[in-house]
């Protein structure tokens, strides 16, 4: 599904991402961990297209598309998903309208009809109730005024509509308390097909007891430097980043992981 | 993303186009001779043409006003024409079938039949031509209620007694530079009254259409709700893109008697210059309207046209219990510069008055907010709100708020809320990531800012401004 080969990619003339190698597979759900700074929200910005990130070197495929001839919204279209860290509030704007004018973009970039006004009413108020937003934060602002919790559910109930191909959730867990940790991981869980991929950036294990990856990777100074499986999770949160910095880079579990 | 925005500012004007219609213009030049002969174009009395005399020779001892915060070169008001009407309007066509077609051509063009049966259900039209009304429609209907709607020109000769009474009454002739000009030498525009207790049955609309070269067009509106009565009007305005400045100096005086609500709307698209600030018109008008007891006043103003507009619909709070508001969304980019906003003078008790204003400055644009709340000793449990919020997109545009606030009575309250906010990468990279383009991401941004104000306007125009602001909006990106 997502093929990265050697991706170096720079912000602000700083170079973030070094030589990143990455494979995943339809179904599969990878987890990026890695301490402050290693690049991992920017792997996120880098594949989604944002503005500012330029990429020096190497490629990224989305089913063979090459994504990064193609701008933000086309990525988007094409069934690239991320859910923010920090979501930004659009006042005066409706979640509702906002929700629609999306999922319309991305079903005619599918070319799949327009849903009808009611039709996709239904739609959101079912996924609202999926992620227990009250239906009343349809009509809201998006983001507008709403608490940490529910700024990441509703990262979720946007997933939830638009059906992306990948997700890439970019430290959906932080400033959640566990309550609305297990909300944001059954959305997540609930869309677990064998063919759509997940991509999981997270500083703790703690999210990971809920979403299960099929794999861990290590993300430092721009690389993947150690791949696993869930257990590396655990091995992290026991011993910290610093234990890895003792190990040579784990050439062989990256490999392995592109391979199998 | 600045660039990114900055491109899906840039968009046609789309009601840029010239009509080919053969027209009687006078030569440039202004003085009392050239007041004579509008006067006598317009068969006015005697009374009429010394209220203009009058007018002119107050406004000869008049200077231009400074304080705007706006730049623009000295006008010259001898290079204007100061009358141009379609040939055609000389033989007075009794009905429609009898208007030039050219006219009525010009006028579908900009989305406004005039033929009744296409028109919106439920709105009256006055459409006025450079100096003439060309035609008004639903006259019947609405004489059936006993409601005036006729061009300013035709209640001179037919309503001379409320003519009389009420011009000028809320905009004295010396009240500023340019009403004192408009006072001179006002060629056309809408006369209308709503009887005591009615209840209008139409909307009512006006249509300035600027056409001819190097004229100025100086409208002139007068509208009189009478004790308990109530209407809603709008007026609509745009002009073809060239490369010289055209001055077009209104004058709009509302009068609420009491119980009396008139709401008041405005969608100004005038030709707004080019991205250098070439051409384009000049809007200094002067708008005001006075509430007898309990009555209301209420404008809404879209104002996305014109290279320096200059404009302030203002409320005279005369009697007690009446209620000022001001709605504006003003859009300014290229080179336009706008300083527009409310005045609010609280005479009576426990007047209360509203004012929400959203600027939204791009390009190399200056967006000025400025407005008056004054409290007189007399207005005892006065009451107002204020809020100003600005939004800028790029980051070569100006936003400025001035308010003047001076409270005379101890029980009055005022209350000022300001905001300045910009269309942020975030917001724009959300919109992107969730598949919406930048042209779309900007335009749901900046509706969504505008959204108060827009809920006040009527249900058809709402959409029109939504519309209007989109196409503002609309790029070339992709």
Known sequence: MLSIKNLHASVEEKNILKGLELEIKPGEVHAIMGPNGAGKSTLGYVLTGRDGYSVEQGSAELDGVDLLELEAEERARAGLFLAFQYPVEIPGVSNLEFLKASVDAVREARGEEALSSKDFLKMAREASKQVNLPADFLKRGVNEGFSGGEKKRNEILQMLLLKPKLCILDESDSGLDIDALQVVAEGVNSQRSPDRSFIVVTHYQRLLDYIKPDFVHVLADGKIVKSGDYSLAHELESQGYAWLKDQPADEAATNDVAEG | ?478
């Open chain 2, 1 to 478: 993303m600045t660039e990114q925005i900055e491109k899906a500012l840039q968009r046609e004007y789309e009601a840029g186009f010239v009509s080919d219609i053969e027209s009687d213009t006078f030569e440039p030049g202004l003085n009392e001779d050239i007041i004579r002969r509008i006067s006598a174009m317009k068969e006015e009395p005697e009374w009429m043409l010394e209220w203009r005399l009058k007018a002119y020779r107050s406004w000869l001892e008049m200077d231009e006003p400074e304080w705007a915060h706006v730049h623009y070169p000295e006008i010259d008001f001898q290079s204007i024409s100061y009358y141009s009407a379609p040939k055609s309007m000389k033989d007075k066509p009794k009905s429609l079938d009898e208007v030039d077609p050219e006219l009525l051509k010009t006028y579908e063009k900009l989305g406004i039949p005039l033929h009744e049966q296409m028109m919106l259900a439920g709105v009256a039209v006055d459409a006025v031509f450079d100096s003439v009304s060309v035609v008004t429609t639903f006259r019947d209907k609405l004489e059936e209620a006993g409601v005036i709607f006729c061009p300013i020109s035709e209640a001179v000769h037919k309503y001379p007694e409320l003519v009389k009474k009420y011009l000028g009454s809320v905009v004295p002739q010396r009240d500023n530079y340019y009403a004192a000009l408009n006072c001179a030498v006002f060629t056309d525009g809408s006369f209308v009254y709503i009887p005591k207790g009615t209840k209008c049955p139409m909307e009512l609309s006006t249509y300035f259409r600027i056409n001819e070269q190097n004229t100025g067009q100086f409208e002139r509106t007068l509208i009189i709700a009478d004790e308990g009565s109530h209407v809603s009007y709008l007026e609509g305005c745009t002009a073809p893109q060239r490369d010289e400045n055209q001055l077009h100096a209104a004058v709009v005086e509302l009068v609420a008697l009491d119980d009396a609500e008139i709401k008041y709307s405005t969608v100004q698209n005038w030709y707004p210059g080019d991205e250098n600030g070439k051409g384009g018109i000049y809007n200094f008008v002067t708008k005001r309207g006075i509430c007898h007891t309990n009555a209301k006043i209420s404008w809404t103003q879209v104002e996305t046209g014109s290279a320096v507009t200059w404009k302030y619909p203002s409320c005279i709070l005369k009697g007690d219990n009446s209620i000022g508001e001001f709605y504006s969304v003003a859009l300014t980019r290229g080179a336009q510069q706008a300083d527009t906003g409310t005045k609010m003078i609280h005479l009576g008790k426990n007047t209360k008055s509203t004012i929400i204003s959203k600027g939204i400055s791009a390009g190399k644009s200056n967006n000025s907010y400025r407005g008056l709340v004054r409290m007189n000793p007399g207005a005892a449990g006065a009451r107002n709100f204020t809020q100003c919020d600005s939004l800028l997109i790029g980051d070569k545009c100006g936003a400025h708020t001035f308010p003047y606030v001076e409270s005379r009575n101890p029980t009055a309250i005022v209350e000022h809320e300001a905001t300045t906010s910009k269309v942020s990468d975030d917001q724009m990279f959300l919109c992107q990531q969730r598949g919406l383009d930048p042209e779309k991401a900007v335009s749901m941004i900046v509706n969504g800012f505008c959204k108060e104000v827009f809920k006040e306007l009527p249900m058809e125009f709402a959409v029109e401004a939504g519309k209007l602001l989109e196409i503002s909006l609309e790029g070339s990106v992709g």
